[in-house]
Nanobody
């Protein structure tokens, strides 16, 4: 049974930093392409960052480029999202998602597995 469990969310002031974690079980994370998405109230779930296992190439949404960094620790079967210079508009529930190869598409429907999400709230 595949499980993705996010953690690390919380309340932080604008300009601050957070690191989210996504721990995987039931699959070998290093063989899966994986991404972070987020969903703010009343908005569609949007792609934040993705990481391909085969090339380790990173992909980022325009709104987070230069501020967020995606990484993975294969030994711990865990993916991370380092978020710096946080803005009010980064407030959302953050989800990790994975799929067995094929890249890191922007469409949520292309992913096979999802975590339950972790809330990130940015205050002024």
């Amino acid at each position: 049974q595949v499980q993705l469990v996010e953690s690390g969310g919380g309340l932080v002031q604008a300009g601050g930093s957070l690191r989210l974690s996504c721990a995987a079980s039931g699959l070998t994370f290093r063989r899966y392409d994986a991404s972070w998405f987020r969903q703010a109230p009343g908005k569609e779930r949007e792609f934040v960052a993705g990481l391909r296992w085969s090339t380790t190439r990173e992909y980022y949404g325009d709104s987070v480029k230069g501020r967020f960094s995606i990484s993975r620790d294969n030994a711990k079967n865990t993916m991370y999202l380092q978020m710096n210079s946080l803005k009010l508009e980064d407030t959302a529930v953050y989800y990790c998602a994975s799929r067995l190869g094929g890249g890191v598409p922007l469409e949520r429907s292309e992913y096979d597995y999802w975590g339950q999400g972790t809330q990130v709230t940015i205050s002024s």
